[in-house]
């Protein structure tokens, strides 16, 4: 690994690293805070996932994050939202597809399909490196993320029973299905077999999860995507015909920004700290 950056934020350090993922096959970085309680002993992590044409660093630079995890004695990871500079045809051309824009699943259609593994990546490679490098207690780890990376926190969860302690998200898009972002980024990454891309919708691996692990959601009234591409009501409907446990709280107002995130992101961590206390 390299290292990028390094700041002291909240007593702890916010740190940069690049490195050589072998499921993308390109240079991948992310973002990590380690609280003061990390010099003494393991701790729990919690990786977050970011949302379309963001980066590793919004997370840091924008969510006010650091703060709580430095209370809590929780470890945050944040990775990259798709590989970079491997120069696809059509990977710069749109702003949800191709870069800033890998849906955090593993692509089977060409040319998308050698480097578009964030699945993989998020779920296997990037917690191998975290816990080789950094004092993490390996076995407690939770996830959350937004919009995009809401996707992505709810189909790792759901899809890998165990494997998290809990799980959360801002705005995400719940029925990639059933929205046109879902549908542009699928027919690319996976081809036109819609049974494919049954594996990468929250809203029908609910019906189907091993595990009833409960699922905290918050969603901004005034989110410009709401309608059109968000679509909650459907994982609620989904939810409740499979008994699976959902928290879907609509805060009036809020919009599909940071300063939504901003807001509400201290409750998610305290929500995480205690599934991962236990």
């Known amino acids: 690994m ?7 934020v909240c007593g702890g350090w916010l740190e940069r690293y690049r490195h050589a993922a072998s499921t993308c096959q390109c240079d991948m970085c992310f973002s990590i805070y380690l609280p003061p309680q990390a010099e003494k002993q393991k701790l729990p ?50 702003w949800d597809l191709g870069t800033g824009a890998g849906f955090y699943l593993n692509a089977t259609k060409a040319p998308w399909s050698r480097h578009y593994r964030l699945y993989d990546y998020v779920l296997d490679e990037l917690p191998r490196l975290v816990a080789s490098h950094f004092p993490v207690d390996a076995q407690r780890k939770s996830i959350f993320g937004h919009s995009m990376g809401g996707h992505g926190a709810l189909v790792l969860a759901l899809r890998n029973s165990g494997v998290y302690r809990s799980i959360s998200a801002f705005a ?11 549908n542009k980024a699928f027919s690319n990454y996976l081809g036109e077999d819609k049974s494919l891309w049954q594996d990468y919708d929250a809203s029908c691996l609910v019906q189907k999860a091993q595990h009833k692990l409960p699922i905290l959601i918050d969603q901004g009234e005034a989110d410009e995507f709401l309608v059109e591409q968000l679509k909650p009501e459907i994982l609620q409907l989904a939810c409740t015909q499979a008994d699976h446990p959902l928290t879907l709280r609509m805060q009036a107002g809020y919009d599909h920004s940071y ?20």
């Open 45 to 94: 992590v919690l990786y977050w996932l970011s949302g379309l044409t963001c980066t590793d660093e919004n997370f840091f630079q924008k969510a006010g994050a650091e703060r709580y995890a430095a209370e809590a004695g929780i470890i945050l990871v944040a990775c990259d939202t798709s590989p970079r500079k491997v120069h696809l045809p059509g990977d710069e051309t749109d």
């Open 2 to 8: 390299e290292r990028i950056s390094r700041h002291k």
């Open 259 to 278: 300063f939504f995130i901003r807001s509400f992101v201290g409750e998610h961590i305290a929500y995480h700290a205690e599934a991962l206390a236990r």
């Open 172 to 182: 995400p898009i719940v029925a990639p299905m059933q929205c046109a972002w879902g």
